[in-house]
C-alpha cells in the first residue's frame, strides 16, 4: 500500500516502529521538486488518532506544508525538541534498486527503501518516542514538554525547521535524527554553493579570432580556484576535517549552434565551511579571489550565491551530548569520543538560535542518499529504546 495514494494513518499495524517506518518510506517525498504534504499529512493523522496535538504548519509553503506535534506545557519545566525531514533525495534509476526504493520492503531484518536511512526512520522514533511518553509527560511524572518536527526541505536548504522554530516550536535542547551509527555530533560543516559566469564574446568558429571563448577564460578562473582550494585544506577541524573549494559543474556552449564559440561558461563552487569559519569571510575571501584573477587574467567575471547552510558547532562535552554518548555505548556499543558531520544539517537552525542541538540516530551514514538505502531494524530498536531514555532522563530535569 503507497502512503501517498491513501494510508490509513489509525490502522494498528502502524503502532509499531518497522511497521512505520515502512509506511512514511511508502510515501514518497523526493525534493526536489518537494512532495512534503502527504508524509506531512498522515504525520498530523497519526498524532491525532492517538491523542497527541499536531499541526500541519504551511510555512514558508502552503505547496509543502510541515508536521509540529507537542506534548506536555512548556510552563512546567525543560523542552526537548525531535527534529526530522520529511524530505528525501530522488531515487534516481529505480530498476537500479534491488528492491522498489518506495516499497518499504522489511527483508533480512533490514528496512529497505530510499529515506529509510535518511530519515524517514529518525521520523519514525520521534514519533513513537511522544506517543510512549506522552501518559508520563501528561500525568507530570515527566516535567516540561517535547516537541516533533517533521520538517520540509532539509535536503535543498529550504527553510523548514528555521520556520518551525521562528514560530515558537523551539526548546532547551533538541535531537537532531539523523543515521550516526549512534555516534554523537557536536559539529557540522557547512556549505555555499556559489554559480560563477565567466564572460566570452561569442563568433562563429570559423572565424575564432573575432571572438572570446569563454571556455579559455573559464581555464585561468579553474586554476584560482584549485589554488584557493590547495590553501583551504591547510585549516582543519579536528571533528569535521578539512575546508575545501570545490568545482562540481561546468557548462559553456550548450545552448548554442555548434560552430559557434560560446559568449558565457557557468561553474558551480561548492565551499564547504567549518564550524570556526564565518560565511561573511568566505565571501570576503571569493570577492579577492575573482578580483585577482579578473585582474591577472583579464576575464570578467560574476557570482550568485545558490545555497547556504551554515555550519554548526556546540560544546564537545554539552550535557545532551554526554547523555547520548553514555546511552549508546551502553546499549548500542557506540563509540564515546567527540565527532562531527562533515555534511551539513538542521542542526545549524538551533545553534544560530542559541538552543543546545546534537546530530544521533541509528543507521548507516554511508547508506544515506545512496542506491539500495536501508537500516538495519534492530538497530532502529535499540535507537528507540535509547531514545526514550535520554527523554525521560531530559524531562526528569526541572
Known amino acids: 500500500m503507497s502512503g501517498e495514494a491513501g494510508a490509513d494513518p489509525t490502522a494498528s499495524d502502524l503502532d509499531d516502529l518497522p511497521g512505520l517506518a515502512a509506511e512514511l518510506v511508502r510515501i514518497e517525498t ?48 525543560p523542552t526537548l525538541v525531535l527534529n ?4 528525501v533525495v530522488p531515487a534516481g534509476d529505480r530498476e537500479a534498486w534491488t528492491h522498489d526504493p518506495y516499497a518499504g520492503a522489511i527483508a533480512d531484518g533490514r528496512l529497505h527503501g530510499r529515506g529509510s536511512a535518511d530519515m524517514k526512520t529518525g521520523i519514525a522514533l520521534a514519533m513513537v518516542t511522544a506517543r510512549d511518553l506522552a501518559p508520563e509527560i501528561e500525568s507530570g511524572d515527566l516535567d516540561g514538554s517535547l516537541v516533533v518536527h517533521a520538517a520540509m526541505g532539509e535536503e535543498t536548504g529550504d527553510p523548514g525547521t528555521a520556520s518551525l522554530l521562528e514560530a515558537g516550536y523551539g526548546g532547551d535542547a533538541a535531537v537532531v535524527l539523523e543515521p550516526t551509527g549512534f555516534r ?9 554553493t556559489f554559480r560563477v559566469g565567466v564572460a566570452g564574446a561569442a563568433a562563429h568558429a570559423s572565424h575564432p579570432d573575432e571572438g572570446a571563448n569563454a571556455i579559455d577564460a573559464a581555464r585561468p578562473v579553474l586554476d584560482a580556484i584549485d589554488e584557493y582550494d590547495a590553501r583551504l585544506r591547510e585549516r582543519v577541524d579536528d571533528l569535521v576535517g578539512r575546508a575545501y573549494a570545490t568545482v562540481t559543474e561546468l557548462s559553456a556552449g550548450t545552448d548554442s549552434n555548434m560552430a559557434v564559440l560560446p559568449e558565457r561558461a557557468e561553474l558551480l563552487l561548492d565551499r564547504r565551511i567549518l564550524p570556526d569559519e564565518r560565511f561573511e569571510d568566505v565571501e570576503t ?63 545549524r537552525e538551533f545553534v544560530e538560535r542559541g538552543i543546545e542541538a546534537v546530530i544521533w540516530g541509528p543507521g548507516d551514514l554511508s547508506k544515506a542518499h545512496a542506491v539500495d538505502e536501508c537500516i538495519d531494524l534492530a538497530d532502529a530498536a535499540t535507537g528507540l529504546e535509547i531514545l526514550k531514555t535520554a527523554t525521560r532522563e531530559v524531562l526528569s530535569e526541572s
Open 184 to 192: 554523537v555530533g557536536t559539529r557540522a560543516k557547512g556549505v555555499a
Open 84 to 87: 526530522g525531514h520529511t524530505d
Open 30 to 77: 523526493e525534493n526536489p521538486p518537494g512532495n512534503e504534504r502527504p508524509c506531512a499529512e498522515f504525520v498530523v493523522e497519526w498524532f491525532d488518532h492517538r491523542g497527541i496535538d499536531a499541526t500541519l504548519f504551511e510555512e514558508p509553503s502552503a505547496q509543502r506544508p510541515q508536521a509540529v506535534a507537542e506534548v506536555g506545557d512548556r510552563e512546567d519545566g
Open 285 to 347: 575571501e571569493l570577492d579577492d579571489l575573482f578580483a585577482g584573477v579578473e585582474r591577472e587574467a583579464g576575464v570578467e567575471t560574476d557570482r550568485e550565491l545558490v545555497m547556504h547552510y551554515a555550519s554548526a558547532g556546540i560544546a564537545d562535552d554539552s550535557p545532551l551530548a554526554e547523555r547520548l554518548r553514555r546511552l549508546s555505548a551502553d546499549r548500542a556499543d557506540a563509540p564515546t569520543e567527540p565527532w562531527g558531520m562533515a555534511a551539513a544539517t538542521d542542526a
